[in-house]
């Protein structure tokens, strides 16, 4: 079946200007996960939604980076004003159930690059 | 909240022989150890994972052992082959709780 997909795969913006970041989970999948991975760095966890809630926004880096789910599945996490350390790969993942002993099924990412 | 750290950072072996990768945690409540294997342009995909009530789990050329007492675990895959050129990450978790947290990361390049 179709695993986790993300557009764009890649964006390159200019400081200063909105990205919208898009993930598409696996079907029946409850749980999503945005993750930072940065240049020889491991995965940074950004936030997590059960459903359309996020109880667990604490990753976050500021207030320019936010997330919605819309019914149950598409998510969009935002970068409003970019800056250069904003440079990544975004990676979304899904799961069956949100807890962790359910496996995490990663999409390819999106790579973020601020000019 | 829990840490991980992982080594090495790189690793370059000679294609058949064994390679080794360790993490340590600091929560000792984390009873959830998976690992995850991320080839070039791709996500994690997870290739093997151990609970707390076991000390050793093999799936074909690849294994994990746990120490909880000393609060480390490792990833041993044997025979080396080419395709095992990836970065792997391992990772931490209370197996009730959503968050993983992982290692930084180890570089694996298989010499042919």
């Known amino acids: 079946g179709a695993g986790v997909s993300q557009s764009p795969s890649n964006k390159v913006t200019e400081k200063g200007k909105d990205v919208e970041l898009r993930c598409d989970p696996i079907s029946g999948h409850t749980a999503l996960y945005w993750y930072r991975q940065s240049l020889g760095q491991g995965l940074e966890f950004l936030i997590y939604?059960?459903?359309?809630?996020?109880?667990?926004k604490s990753g976050l880096p500021s207030d320019r980076f936010s997330a919605e789910r819309t019914g149950g599945s598409v998510s969009t996490l935002t970068i409003q004003r970019t800056q250069q350390e904003d440079s990544a790969v975004y990676l979304c993942?899904?799961?069956?159930?949100?807890?962790?002993?359910?496996?995490?099924?990663f999409g390819p990412g999106t790579r973020l690059t601020v000019t | 909240g829990e840490n991980v750290e992982q080594h090495p950072s790189t690793l370059s072996v000679q294609e058949g022989d064994s390679a080794v990768i360790k993490c340590t945690y600091s929560d000792s409540a984390s009873n959830y150890f998976p690992w995850y294997k991320q080839e070039l342009g791709k996500g994690p995909q997870l290739i093997i994972d151990?609970?707390?009530?076991?000390g050793e789990k093999k799936d074909q050329r690849i294994a994990v052992t746990l120490n909880k007492t000393a609060k480390h675990f490792s990833l041993h895959i044997t025979e080396t082959q080419p395709e095992d050129s990836a970065v792997y990450f391992c990772a931490a978790s209370i197996s009730n709780d959503y968050k993983l947290s992982f290692g930084a990361g180890t570089t694996v390049t298989v010499r042919a």
């Open positions: 939604f059960q459903g359309n809630s996020a109880p667990d």
């Open positions: 151990i609970r707390s009530n076991v």
């Open positions: 993942a899904s799961s069956f159930s949100g807890t962790a002993a359910y496996e995490q099924y």
